[in-house]
């Protein structure tokens, strides 16, 4: 069993009241972890910690090269560490060897990414107006200062990446929180970052739950800004809390994301497309395609082969190469998705596959949940509104694709969309009318580096990746250079200035 302890200002250390908590594997129920549980007082010390470094500290006043080098390193050691990585992943977490195998691959590729962001000089020079008066303006982009980040269980690596990357390539001093779901992979990372030798205190990072460290670190006047991905009710709660001392939020939470199949799609690729939307990750994605709409003219032609298709999936031991879905995170989520699939059924949808809980030998320990295609749905319903996070598809058929758009926007979420079509012009069309942060033609889940990602409506606020993310963790700065030169000359309104 491995034990962790919190990583503040370059140590690891106790929870100051000594308590712990500890990480199941979902797949046997097995402890795995002994973890320090972070009360106030510890997110207080890591956040004193964080303004230390940022205020005195060399970090923010560091040349981006040199910032840039640090963070490159972080990327190396995961690339060499990656082996046990993924299997810690797996074990903590519940996800399949070949997600956890791609997160991995792609937290050190995404880190290695925002090491080269962070060399861009944001700056600007603005141009330069003649009234009032002749003078430069410049545009600088500084960091925010102390940044609370604070992240779920579904991509536990990567989320911290997304994070840490960003604040650090800004200049930033950052206090990390991982879920206490899934906090191991953090910690290796905190040992990984403890072996490079950051400045004292520039990253910190602490476990334990949202109630008392999660708080504290969305109180805390020391705090500048919460960086925060999970549901959209903690996102609200954030924001409430971070508006006494008015910090700056970003929020990455929750989606319904609408999946948009027109008729002259290819039917073979929609199909298997529409299932790695959903059942990716056993449905756990805030940007999965959970609701399919289906044009009524080929509706049950797609619906048979897809129900025929999800049959053939494999579900069971995580570790094992030909899996394609693991367990739910947590009992919690799988009673939870089980609540919801009740639900779909109460309020008139047609089951059309799956439904339960998988009976094979190898799932008996496991929080598994089968992959679930509900048909008939009507978008209205429960299972068509809430996030489910878990396998479970709700498929609504349309006459006109102008009703199939409407539908799609007729949700509290905008994060993701997604259409199927061999006719770029007219799939283009219906992108451009989804309020959505990220539209796929063609295609599901794939994510560009330099691509800003994030939700409209309750889907969150501001962006992640790309310039447009960068400056998320940046404060604008304006600097006027005066260019008259003389008194005389200066226009200052109607001030009055004594004469002599
Ligand atoms: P969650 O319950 O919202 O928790 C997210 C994080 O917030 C956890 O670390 C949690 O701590 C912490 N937290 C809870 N209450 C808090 C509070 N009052 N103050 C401060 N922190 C608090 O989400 P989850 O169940 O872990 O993850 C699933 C959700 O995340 C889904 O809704 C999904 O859509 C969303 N998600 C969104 C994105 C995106 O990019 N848009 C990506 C991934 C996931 P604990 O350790 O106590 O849980
Ligand atoms: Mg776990």
């Known amino acids: 069993m491995r034990t ?75 690339n060499e560490n990656s082996k046990l990585l993924v299997e810690l992943e797996v074990a903590d977490s519940g996800s399949t060897i070949r997600k956890a195998e791609e997160d991995v691959y792609l937290s050190a590729r995404n880190m290695a990414n925002f090491a080269k962001l962070g060399l861009h000089d944001l700056s ?65 990372l905190a040992k990984l970052i403890h072996a490079i030798g950051f400045p004292k205190g520039v990253v910190n990072i602490i476990t334990g739950y949202g109630a008392d460290a999660g708080l504290e670190l969305t109180t805390n006047p020391k705090v500048d800004k919460i960086a925060f991905t999970g549901s959209t009710v903690v996102g609200q709660q954030i924001m409430r809390a971070a508006a006494t001392t008015l910090k700056k939020v970003t929020l990455e939470c929750g989606g319904k994301s609408a999946n948009i199949v027109l008729d002259d799609a290819d039917m073979t690729m929609a199909i298997d497309g529409a299932m790695y939307a959903i059942f990716y990750h056993q449905g756990q994605c805030c940007e999965a395609g959970t609701r399919l709409f289906l044009p009524e003219k080929i509706a049950d032609e797609f619906m048979h082969a897809l129900v025929e298709k999800t049959k053939r999936l494999t579900i069971g031991d995580p570790m094992n190469m030909a899996t394609d879905l693991g367990p739910l995170v947590s009992k919690k989520q799988q009673e939870t998705v089980l609540g919801y699939i009740h639900k779909g059924t109460q309020e008139g949808a047609t089951l059309a596959v799956g439904g339960g809980v998988p009976i094979s030998s190898e799932c008996t320990r496991g929080f598994f949940v089968e992959p679930t295609v509900f048909d008939h749905v009507n978008n209205s319903s429960t299972i068509a509104q809430e996030e489910i996070f878990g396998p479970v598809l709700s498929v609504i058929r349309y006459k006109r694709v102008e009703d199939a758009i409407q539908m799609a926007n007729d949700s509290i979420y905008g994060l993701a969309g997604g259409v199927w079509s061999k006719d770029a012009d007219k799939a283009m069309d219906v992108a451009r009318q989804l309020r959505a942060g990220t539209v796929w033609i063609n295609e599901w889940h794939l994510l560009s580096e330099r691509a800003p990602f994030g939700g409209y409506k309750q889907s969150g606020i501001g962006r992640e990746f790309g310039i447009e993310g960068l400056k998320e963790y940046t404060e604008a700065k304006h600097v006027h250079i005066d260019e008259v030169g003389v008194r005389e000359k200066k226009t200052w309104y109607d001030m009055v200035v004594p004469k002599g």
């Open 4 to 78: 962790y302890q919190l990583y503040i200002n370059n140590e690891f250390v106790e929870a100051t009241d000594k308590k712990t908590f500890t990480a199941t594997n979902p797949y046997n129920q097995e402890t795995i972890a002994t973890f320090a549980r972070a009360g106030a007082q510890d997110a207080v010390r890591a956040i004193n910690a964080a303004r230390e470094a940022f205020d005195n500290g060399p970090w923010p006043g560091m040349s981006r090269e040199e910032r840039s080098n640090y963070i490159k390193a972080v990327s190396d050691k995961i």
């Open 124 to 188: 600007e020079t603005l141009e330069g107006v003649s009234k009032p008066g002749f003078s430069k303006n410049l545009l600088l982009r500084e960091p925010v200062g102390v940044v609370g980040a604070i992240i779920p269980w579904n991509f536990p690596l990567k989320m911290a990446i997304w994070k840490l990357g960003p604040a650090l390539a800004a200049g930033n001093a950052v206090v990390l929180k991982p879920s206490q779901e899934t906090s191991v992979t953090a910690m290796e």
